[in-house]
């Protein structure tokens, strides 16, 4: 008989714990929201860029990489669009790696922390959207 009852607890005992990790499941998106990748991509700017005004965003797109090129020519300006080499950032990445474009405009110094040359400018930073990590900010 008592076999039966180890058996027994066992089978509690493993459905009690499957129950809670279900449950854990279930809940982890509610306590824990996916990270937007926009303000992530305007945080990175704060954070590594001194800027006399702004950012300020323009827009915010998610896309695959094999659409970055077409993307990046509708939106940014000729100088910012020759910064961003696709080819390769497809070939570390993945064609169908989805990204955020972040795109904010504003006034700031070219080399942090102050030695370079104030700009009033574009700014472009792709955020993987499965990692939220930065690839790439370029003005």
């Known amino acids: 008989m008592r076999p039966k009852r180890i058996r027994l607890g066992a089978a509690i005992s493993l459905i009690a714990v499957c129950l809670v990790a279900g449950w854990l499941a279930v809940l982890s998106p509610l306590l824990n ?3 937007d990748t926009t303000q992530i991509g305007l945080d990175y700017t704060r954070q590594h860029m001194v800027w006399a005004s702004g950012p300020s965003l323009v827009s915010s797109q998610t896309l695959a990489l094999r659409q970055l090129s077409r993307a990046i020519r509708t939106s940014l300006p000729r100088p ?5 080499n696709v080819p390769d950032l497809i070939h570390r990445h993945g064609a169908n790696r989805s990204v ?9 110094n070219s080399l942090p922390p102050d030695e370079g040359v104030v700009v009033r400018g574009v700014v472009v930073v792709l955020v993987d959207a499965q990692s939220d990590r930065v690839l790439l900010m370029t003005f």
Do not use: C, S, T
Not at 80 to 84: I, L, N, P
Not at 100 to 108: L, S
């Open 33 to 35: 929201p996916p990270a």
């Open 80 to 84: 910012v669009q020759h910064d961003v």
């Open 100 to 108: 955020d474009m972040v795109i904010v405009r504003g006034v700031f």
